[in-house]
């Protein structure tokens, strides 16, 4: 009997055999059948090779370019930490995909935290235990290319379960057969009750056809755009199968295809219009001399007379990181942050977030794919930035000398090069392109939390001011009614880095602990596929598709 086999019959026995395990189950409303049916569908159905296997090859070649460029072992793979990075930024690049639990400061949560949350909100620890769990398998090493590419698929594949799940809700709820070929009406009524599901992120009360028929009807009067939803969904749908005349119907295995590609596609294609419109709302109250700000007055004026919700209370923009309070007498809301931040993202899935692009990371792309090395020397990085344009700064551009001085200094605190992956670098991009690249605070002074956790954790009733609130900013506003104000044009500099390689300190939790919470989540399952396929056969002869020498040569 193989390692990996032996593996596999202890975790689920003693997952099986664990009565303690049971009740830390029913606390959390889900029943041990429930979790039976889960592990055995996530045995069978979480990994999906394709039928060629190039999903895995595929994914490694959309992961080599970062892989490649952020700071490595000396073994050449990535520490617990720079995986983390890795994979946040490419789903928010491929998909717009903020993956739960996979944020900058996701991964500091402690059990006492995790088991006092409800089993809903849980799914933003699937990243942190499925990640800790390869780690262990490797013995504390970090992970290859193609680990990382794994890693990455089987996120995906619970993503795209629960759109096919939520896309059976729609299709039973409407009363279809799930063996039943649906017409052109009959699919545009499915798809749309699955956006229903979608943006309601899966919060679907609908019983009968008759009800799923009266919340259609309330979605396309009360909510805004709902038509141009309506309508990039035909768009998807005829683009994935077009129509040729004669009987065009699709069947649930087509349906679910389509499906995945709009939760994929739903980014792009809906909601980065409506971030750029926030953006533009934003900027066309810019502070005259402070790039990317806006005062505080005139964030809660826009809230009290436009149709835009600029209402979010002082205290929670700071904890947000999205206010400026250098200025004492000034406090600024900075675009950047503001518009990245959690109050403007959609909560669609259990497992992800769609939140307005960060435009610097598209930036740091563009830098990333012009060099070899994550340091770099300042001239290169001047170079470089000053070809880079965005919707707001045309290329190519000199670059002042404030820009240049301040970047010696991040060079100097370095060791005489740039550290293109660290705070300092973030800080300085910030300065060169204030309406793109969000402020970096430093670790620990800001939390992304959504509303309803600051209120749980400040103890406030609402997180939006009030109208008396929002009218006090206002009118204590010295520049308001077209008088002069002293604004200091210095945007805010700390000396504070904080490089990427820091390694996060994962803990070493007993094994049944870890694999009730792994169950939980729905993960384990995927974690015994791959212990039943053995490492060694996973991952190939200890080459990773791109030709990197992997640890386990």
Request: aromatic share 8%; net charge negative; proline share 4%.
């Amino acid at each position: 009997m193989s390692g990996a086999v032996f593996l596999t019959i202890c975790i689920i026995a003693a997952l099986l055999s664990d009565t303690k395990g049971a009740d830390f189950l029913h606390a959390g409303q889900v029943n041990k059948s429930k979790l039976e049916e889960t592990l055995l569908s996530e045995l069978a159905d979480v990994l999906r090779p394709s039928s060629d296997n190039t999903r895995i090859p595929k994914l490694q070649g959309d992961l080599f370019q970062l892989f490649t460029i952020v700071p490595s072992e000396s073994d050449g793979t990535l520490n617990h930490h720079v995986v983390r990075y890795v994979l946040h930024r490419h789903f928010a690049a491929k998909h717009g995909w903020f993956i739960r639990g996979l944020e900058p400061d996701g991964d500091h949560r402690d059990d006492a935290t995790v088991e006092s949350h409800a089993m809903s909100d849980l799914q933003e620890w699937v990243p942190s235990y499925l990640q800790q769990f390869l780690e262990q398998l490797n013995h504390g090493k970090g992970l290859s290319l193609r680990e990382v590419a794994v890693f990455a698929a089987t996120l995906e594949d619970l993503i795209h379960k629960e759109a096919v799940q939520r896309l059976e809700l729609a299709w039973r709820t409407l009363g279809f057969p799930l063996d039943l070929d649906l017409y052109t009406s009959q699919v545009k009524k499915v798809m749309e009750t699955y956006m229903i599901i979608y943006n309601q992120g899966g919060d679907f009360n609908a019983s009968s056809p008759a009800e799923v028929e009266e919340q259609l009807r309330s979605y396309a009067t009360s909510v805004k755009d709902w038509s141009l939803t309506q309508a990039w969904v035909r768009k998807v749908r005829s683009q994935i199968y077009p129509q040729r005349g004669g009987r065009n119907t699709l069947n649930f295995s087509q349906a679910s295809h389509l499906v995945e590609e709009l939760g994929e596609r739903f980014a792009s294609g809906v909601n980065d219009n409506d971030c750029s419109n926030l953006k533009k709302e934003l900027l066309a109250v810019e502070s005259p001399v402070r790039p990317g700000r806006v005062r505080l007055s005139q964030f809660y004026k826009k809230g009290l007379y436009s149709n835009w919700e600029f209402t979010e209370k002082r205290e929670y923009l700071r904890s947000l990181g999205a206010l400026d309070e250098s200025d004492r007498n000034q406090p600024y809301v900075i675009v950047p942050n503001y518009v990245a931040s959690r109050p403007n993202c959609l909560v669609c899935s259990n497992f992800y977030v769609v939140c307005c692009r960060n435009e610097c990371e598209d930036l740091m792309t563009q830098i990333e794919a012009e060099v070899s090395n994550h340091t770099l020397q300042p001239e290169v990085v001047l170079r470089l930035v000053s070809r880079l344009s965005t919707s707001t700064v045309r290329a190519p551009r000199k670059l002042t000398d404030a820009l240049m001085d301040r970047l010696r200094l991040v060079s100097k605190a370095n060791g005489g090069r740039v550290p293109i992956h660290g705070r300092l670098f973030a800080q300085w991009m910030h300065h060169a392109f204030p309406r793109e690249c969000p402020y970096p605070h430093e670790a620990g002074t800001t939390s992304p939390q959504t509303p309803d956790e600051w209120m749980e954790s400040a103890g406030h009733e609402s997180h939006r001011a009030s109208e008396e609130e929002m009218m006090a900013h206002v009118e204590s506003d010295d520049c308001k009614g077209g008088r002069s104000c002293e604004e200091s044009n210095e945007l805010p500099w700390t000396h504070g880095e904080e490089l990427l390689t820091k390694r996060t300190v994962v803990r070493r939790r007993p094994w049944r602990a870890i694999l009730r919470k792994l169950a939980v989540f729905g993960v384990l399952g995927a974690m015994i596929t791959w212990a039943t396929l053995s490492w060694r056969s996973l991952l190939g002869d200890g080459k990773n598709g791109c030709g990197l020498k992997t640890h386990y040569a």
